[in-house]
């Protein structure tokens, strides 16, 4: 009241006048007393405008946006980022929360440059990808200039034009590459003044666990339970090419995917945001592949690669998610090993040329031709120089072991005068790319008859990977690997019914390498399963293993024979005697492959068996044929027999027709 009072004699255009003039200097003093008051409700102003129109658009539910955050979905329908590096997120829930790290994202692309004492640590410049995409769907409006030098410099040196999936075939030495391994590289743009392009320049993206132990056991059960931090690294391709085609005799299958410009200037992008993030690594679901599709999936809103696989991914079967899901296909060549060069050259020389070849390894010097023509001289000193090439590069570096003999073959080559030019990616069957094997899980229904009198019913379900009856084709035919599989069998006899495990696998191995002089490569076997004794009750758990050759006979067909040394031990449960069981044995097998859809094998083992305290000669036969000409399915027909050699001479047949499903 007294105000009114004193100031009542003002005309109410005086006051309003002395008003503004009040708020003017207020203002002036705010300005001058606290100069990032206005800047910081301005930005936090315009934040919560793009908030509010983000949020009426439902952005953050956005499969794009959550690709960017390498969001996943759970088993129970949550959604989560793989990322654990928490400063690859700005809320403090934005790991669980999209709609928070979209909101705490918009909110810090508005934060004034004035506020930072490193530009690089501005949301601008660490999250680009985001800023990208958002300012496809929002009105950016009045966003601060903020220049970002570590990021400029880094897309001025990272300049790229394609990008490349690689698929470098099973290594057994390596528990983690079993299955193959899936990286990335990224086809440089070229700069060469004559236009050449340098591939082996090219970069390398991969993604992999850096391991904390050497310790075998420790090893497999840290990669099992995410123990060991994943994380990117880019590289020049030239070492990853060392690495597999040279060190591990791998294949490298080279996928060529049909992004844009603007997909790979998304690819980038995301990559710089992630580049530097650690993620759990675990070998049988968040491993090298899976990160990589969600990786591909943050580059393109319109594929969904990572959604495929909700448990369990196998990099041979992501190969087949991006040739599915990608329009148009990816082209693909393969970059063959030393080994496969070497192999490719002594599959067209002649018995004569072969046994030269043998005898200048013998010697460590070259012997006289004798009656060789020069085009006879040329492919059989290219195969030593293969030769020397496998040998020196498996072993990581060049020794001067061969140095003098190198020389030797490299003069006697040069005075030829004969070019050689060999299609080394044509002696590889393009049938044995992994876009084109079979699934690796698969679930099986059998029916068959025991002894001719007694029925049953068997399902099955295997985890992982393939098996030789599975056919060849994107597999090869060396290589057998099972991880995960049970067999479930139903018995009628008479009115009664019976569940019971017949078998199970937990791991399984066979190698068959084609035996070749020069290289004396063994082939071997391990199993650690389970097999219901067919002459009693019991579900003998069991470790074997052998050692032996393989050989291949292509002129009939694609016959492989081989033949091993085995041992086992049994273990049948604590009711029994303390040795259980155990084994001496031969084994001898053999598959083939008439045509892609027509496959057969067979196995005969025999031996001496220790089984209730007294040595047995056993046997064991079996024979399958499956047809695979359906897709994702197969119809086959298994016998068996299992002889042991006891007073009563126990028999035990069977006969069964079976049908398999791959996902």
């Given at each position: 009241?007294r105000?009114l009072?004193k100031?009542?004699?003002?005309s109410?255009?005086k006051?309003?006048?002395?008003?503004?003039?009040s708020?003017i200097?207020?203002?002036?003093?705010?300005?001058?007393?606290?100069?990032?008051?206005?800047?910081?409700y301005?930005?936090?102003?315009l934040?919560e405008?793009?908030?509010?129109q983000?949020?009426?658009?439902?952005?953050?539910?956005?499969?794009?946006?959550?690709?960017?955050?390498?969001y996943?979905?759970?088993?129970?329908?949550?959604?989560?980022?793989?990322?654990d590096?928490?400063?690859?997120?700005l809320?403090?829930?934005?790991k669980?929360?999209?709609?928070?790290?979209?909101?705490?994202?918009?909110?810090?692309?508005?934060?004034?440059?004035?506020n930072?004492?490193?530009?690089?640590e501005?949301?601008?410049?660490r999250?680009p990808?985001?800023?990208?995409?958002l300012?496809?769907?929002?009105?950016l409006?009045d966003l601060?200039k903020?220049?970002?030098?570590?990021?400029?410099?880094?897309?001025?040196?990272?300049?790229?034009?394609d990008?490349?999936?690689?698929?470098?075939?099973?290594?057994?030495?390596?528990?983690?590459?079993l299955?193959?391994?899936?990286f990335?590289?990224?086809?440089k743009?070229?700069r060469d003044?004559?236009n050449q392009?340098?591939?082996?320049?090219?970069?390398a993206?991969?993604?992999?666990?850096?391991?904390?132990?050497?310790?075998?056991?420790?090893?497999?059960l840290?990669?099992?339970?995410?123990?060991?931090?994943?994380?990117f690294?880019?590289?020049?391709?030239?070492?990853?090419?060392?690495?597999?085609?040279?060190?591990?005799?791998?294949?490298?299958?080279e996928?060529?995917?049909?992004?844009?410009?603007?997909?790979?200037?998304?690819?980038?992008?995301?990559?710089?945001e992630?580049?530097?993030?650690?993620?759990?690594?675990?070998?049988?679901?968040?491993n090298?592949?899976?990160?990589?599709?969600?990786l591909?999936?943050?580059?393109?809103?319109?594929?969904?690669?990572?959604e495929?696989f909700?448990?369990?991914?196998?990099?041979?079967?992501?190969?087949k998610?991006v040739?599915?899901?990608?329009?148009?296909q990816?082209?693909?060549?393969?970059?063959?090993?030393?080994?496969?060069?070497?192999?490719?050259?002594?599959?067209?020389?002649?018995?004569?040329?072969?046994?030269?070849?043998n005898?200048?390894?013998s010697?460590?010097?070259?012997?006289?031709f004798?009656?060789?023509?020069?085009s006879?001289?040329?492919?059989?000193?290219?195969?030593?120089?293969?030769?020397?090439?496998?040998?020196?590069?498996?072993?990581?570096?060049?020794?001067s072991?061969?140095?003098?003999?190198?020389?030797?073959?490299?003069?006697?080559?040069?005075?030829?005068?004969?070019?050689?030019?060999?299609?080394?990616?044509?002696?590889?069957?393009?049938?044995?790319?992994?876009?084109?094997?079979?699934g690796?899980q698969?679930?099986?229904?059998?029916?068959?008859?025991?002894?001719?009198?007694r029925?049953?019913l068997?399902?099955?379900?295997?985890?992982?990977?393939?098996e030789?009856s599975?056919?060849?084709?994107?597999?090869?035919?060396?290589?057998?690997?099972?991880?995960?599989?049970?067999?479930?069998?139903?018995?009628?006899?008479?009115?009664k019914l019976?569940?019971n495990?017949?078998?199970?696998?937990?791991?399984?191995?066979?190698?068959?390498?084609e035996?070749d002089?020069?290289?004396?490569?063994p082939?071997w076997?391990?199993?650690i399963?389970?097999?219901?004794?067919?002459?009693?009750?019991?579900?003998?758990?069991?470790?074997?293993g052998?050692?032996?050759?393989s050989?291949?006979?292509?002129?009939?067909?694609?016959?492989?024979?081989?033949?091993?040394?085995?041992?086992?031990l049994?273990y049948l449960?604590?009711?029994?005697?303390?040795?259980n069981?155990?084994?001496?044995?031969?084994?001898?097998?053999?598959?083939?492959?008439?045509?892609?859809?027509?496959?057969?094998?067979?196995?005969?083992?025999g031996?001496?068996k220790?089984?209730?305290?007294?040595?047995?000669?056993f046997?064991?036969?079996?024979?399958?044929i499956?047809?695979?000409?359906?897709?994702?399915?197969?119809?086959?027909?298994?016998?068996?027999?299992?002889?042991?050699?006891?007073?009563?001479?126990?028999?035990?047949?069977?006969?069964s027709?079976?049908?398999?499903?791959?996902?």
């Amino acid at each position: 009241m007294r105000f009114l009072n004193k100031y009542s004699h003002i005309s109410f255009s005086k006051f309003y006048l002395y008003e503004k003039l009040s708020i003017i200097c207020f203002t002036w003093v705010v300005f001058a007393c606290f100069p990032s008051f206005v800047p910081l409700y301005a930005r936090d102003s315009l934040g919560e405008s793009i908030w509010t129109q983000a949020k009426s658009k439902v952005l953050h539910e956005n499969k794009y946006w959550k690709s960017i955050l390498f969001y996943e979905k759970k088993w129970l329908g949550t959604e989560e980022s793989v990322v654990d590096s928490p400063n690859f997120f700005l809320a403090g829930n934005g790991k669980i929360s999209s709609a928070e790290e979209m909101k705490a994202t918009i909110y810090a692309f508005y934060q004034e440059a004035k506020n930072f004492s490193d530009l690089n640590e501005h949301a601008q410049c660490r999250f680009p990808a985001r800023l990208k995409w958002l300012g496809t769907k929002l009105n950016l409006k009045d966003l601060p200039k903020i220049s970002c030098p570590d990021y400029e410099q880094w897309r001025q040196e990272v300049i790229v034009k394609d990008i490349s999936v690689v698929f470098a075939s099973n290594y057994l030495n390596n528990p983690a590459s079993l299955f193959g391994h899936t990286f990335l590289r990224l086809h440089k743009k070229k700069r060469d003044s004559a236009n050449q392009e340098y591939p082996l320049l090219d970069y390398a993206l991969n993604f992999a666990a850096n391991p904390t132990t050497q310790n075998p056991f420790l090893y497999s059960l840290y990669g099992l339970i995410g123990k060991f931090k994943g994380t990117f690294s880019l590289m020049p391709y030239y070492i990853k090419v060392q690495e597999y085609n040279n060190v591990e005799s791998r294949n490298l299958w080279e996928y060529l995917l049909p992004f844009s410009e603007d997909d790979i200037d998304s690819f980038l992008s995301s990559l710089w945001e992630v580049g530097n993030q650690t993620m759990d690594y675990y070998y049988f679901d968040e491993n090298c592949s899976y990160i990589l599709l969600m990786l591909l999936d943050a580059s393109r809103s319109d594929i969904h690669l990572a959604e495929e696989f909700s448990t369990f991914v196998i990099p041979s079967d992501t190969i087949k998610s991006v040739i599915r899901s990608l329009s148009p296909q990816p082209d693909f060549k393969v970059r063959p090993s030393t080994l496969t060069k070497f192999q490719s050259i002594l599959t067209h020389l002649t018995q004569k040329q072969r046994s030269w070849l043998n005898k200048a390894v013998s010697l460590g010097k070259l012997p006289d031709f004798q009656s060789f023509q020069k085009s006879e001289q040329a492919p059989v000193l290219d195969a030593l120089l293969e030769w020397l090439d496998f040998k020196e590069k498996a072993r990581g570096d060049k020794t001067s072991e061969f140095s003098e003999f190198r020389n030797q073959i490299l003069k006697s080559r040069a005075s030829l005068g004969v070019t050689s030019n060999y299609d080394y990616q044509g002696q590889i069957n393009s049938a044995y790319g992994p876009h084109l094997g079979h699934g690796g899980q698969k679930v099986s229904v059998g029916l068959g008859v025991r002894n001719w009198k007694r029925s049953y019913l068997d399902m099955g379900w295997r985890f992982s990977l393939h098996e030789f009856s599975d056919g060849f084709t994107g597999y090869g035919d060396d290589l057998e690997i099972v991880m995960g599989a049970i067999n479930i069998r139903a018995n009628r006899n008479k009115s009664k019914l019976t569940l019971n495990i017949q078998n199970y696998t937990l791991f399984s191995v066979m190698s068959l390498p084609e035996y070749d002089a020069l290289l004396k490569s063994p082939s071997w076997h391990f199993h650690i399963e389970g097999n219901r004794d067919p002459f009693s009750t019991f579900l003998e758990h069991e470790a074997t293993g052998g050692v032996g050759l393989s050989f291949k006979f292509s002129s009939l067909a694609h016959l492989k024979f081989y033949g091993f040394v085995d041992m086992g031990l049994g273990y049948l449960g604590p009711d029994n005697k303390e040795l259980n069981s155990a084994f001496i044995a031969g084994h001898l097998g053999a598959h083939v492959a008439v045509n892609k859809k027509l496959m057969s094998q067979w196995d005969i083992i025999g031996g001496n068996k220790y089984f209730n305290e007294t040595w047995h000669k056993f046997m064991s036969l079996e024979s399958s044929i499956q047809y695979l000409g359906f897709s994702n399915w197969s119809l086959g027909v298994k016998i068996g027999a299992n002889y042991l050699y006891t007073d009563e001479h126990l028999w035990d047949k069977n006969l069964s027709l079976i049908t398999s499903h791959f996902m």
